[in-house]
DNA sequence: CTGTTAGCGCTTTCAG
DNA sequence: CTGAAAGCGCTAACAG
């Protein structure tokens, strides 16, 4: 930085706050600034900057699965200047460990969450970083449930199972009895947001003595194990059984699962909107994001 | 660090060797200093670290997609303390923008190409860092190729279509070729690695006048959408078509697509062991990755 | 608006 | 084997 200085005659400071765009220098002085770095191909080193007490340019992105949200928030992070630190915590122990060290102090500017809903514990930890964080999913994820179970309803079912997948909770039901579901809690299961997943699920499901005439599964792997296994098992779908992903990715439209598309990419993007927004010091208000049925064949009237 | 150097009773210098596990400090005083930072729950600050002139804890993951590869990779990266930082590199402006910037000078310790084949131009770039680097993938895909290419064989095929995705390269032919194949252009074909992309390739391979009796892709999901879109014109796989993807994710399960499976996930660790092994200055063999068969039904004898 | 002066928290010689 | 001192490359007050 300093050769960048000397080179435009001016000080390291005012290549600092130039290059950073910070307020207080001269317009011409900026432009001079940045053509000479830009000339010399100086990029500012992040880690003196952040050592420093500046920003780190640097958000961590959580995520439970590796999916096309995580695209989405990929590119537009990036596009924003900031690096991703990418943390997949998948499984138990590594989302246990992770909480435990908490190794963002001081690392990051902002924490992104993708698809993983935390326990008080861990929403504890995280706040204790004092660092702004987002989640993304939750509000969509209920929002698609709405609209599913509304979809459902109008085939006029009334047995509606759920199929939830891991870092989801358990605050859904709500949403069905205020549908006017009755809710059972045999049909309520978890499962991993796999095809192996959904289809173990299944023996779990059409157990009890009265079955359910539909089944919601938050996660569209999940769902097509469901799919794969009930047809194998002789049953028709949607006839015996039908069947709603809450997660559209592509995998659904692969044997026609009807789904709640939420535009996982775009959803990513939103976020990282949002995380900027709170970064800034700004408020953010829950806008909703559009949801869209998208009916294939797995959905039909209640037999 | 300084409170813990005060607190272990020794100097700021002892705390950072022996936290580092560098050599010169007695057996004694690590323990007694390891014990203390944990105790006092003390974590390095990474950035002055690397500031210092030490080493950074941090790898680059360039990727065309997210995928199972990532998850492997970043899971074994971070078991080894190793930061993530993760770009992905989908489309060719992304790509283009990173090579032109080159933004990890003096940033991370090595850097991980997953489903990427550079340029000559991106590959002196990758080398002016001066990082080690390791790329995953290509390798594996041409075992992978020979082993269905074996399988269609063994069947009775000739004329075998060959579907790649981007971020492949064009010499496979020889790969077909060596087989006893005949090497048809209009049967090597690119499309984008999804669904929708396998679905338009249809159109350009069952165009010819002569067709192929197989074809072999090297996505996962592209297969999908030709096994999806040869159905919907009315063919029967494998008697009109067979089908044999290169990506066994779980996507060809769904279906029952016959493919060879690459163990994504065991990929991506084993990338990490000798991107490991090159940092520390070692050699690296190229060890065969096992790759294995699966024959479902999208794959049969010739008509 | 711009420059000067102190560090940020580590690692690395260089001496003991 | 251990400690003291000198930075790494920046940003943040503080003056001007």
Redesign the interface.
């Known amino acids: 930085m300093s050769d960048v200085a000397k080179a435009a005659g001016v000080s390291a400071a005012t290549v600092s706050r130039a290059l950073r765009g910070e307020p207080g220098v001269s317009e011409a002085t900026r432009q001079h600034v940045s053509e000479v770095a830009r000339r010399m191909k100086y ?1 500012i ?4 900057s ?2 420093a007490g500046g920003r ?1 340019y640097a958000i961590a ?1 959580l995520t439970s ?4 949200v ?2 989405g928030a ?2 537009a992070l ?1 596009q924003a200047g900031y ?6 915590l ?1 499984d138990e122990s ?1 989302r246990e460990k992770f909480f435990d ?1 908490l ?1 963002l ?3 990051v500017d902002g924490v992104l969450l993708l698809s993983m809903s935390l326990t008080e514990g861990e929403q504890a930890a995280l706040e204790s970083l004092e660092v702004p964080h987002i989640t993304v999913d939750d509000a969509d994820l209920r929002r698609a449930l709405r609209t599913a179970v509304e979809h459902l309803l109008a085939l006029g079912h009334h047995d509606v199972a759920l199929v939830l997948s891991d870092g989801v909770d358990e605050s859904y039901d709500e949403i069905l009895i205020e549908a006017g579901l009755e809710v059972r809690p045999e049909w309520t299961v978890w499962c991993s947001p ?3 997943g959904g289809e173990q699920v299944v023996d779990v499901l059409l157990d009890g003595e009265r079955l359910p005439t539909a089944v919601i599964s938050s996660n569209g ?1 999940a769902a ?1 194990g469901i799919y ?1 296994r009930v047809q194998r098992d002789g049953r028709t779908v949607p006839d015996d059984l039908s069947i709603v992903s809450l997660d559209g990715q ?2 659904t ?3 026609g699962l009807t789904a709640v598309e939420g535009a996982a990419k775009e959803q990513g993007e939103r976020a990282v909107a949002d995380l900027f927004t709170l970064i800034r010091g700004g408020e953010i208000e829950p806008a909703d994001h559009p949801v869209r049925l998208v009916v294939r064949n797995s959905s039909g009237p209640v037999a």
């Open positions: 990029a080193a992040r880690d003196a952040s050592l780190r992105v699965e590796v999916n096309p995580l695209a990929e590119g990036r690096d991703v630190l990418l943390y997949v998948a590594a060290e190794p102090g001081r690392r796999t095809v192996d792997a097509l794969l592509e995998l439209r692969v044997v």
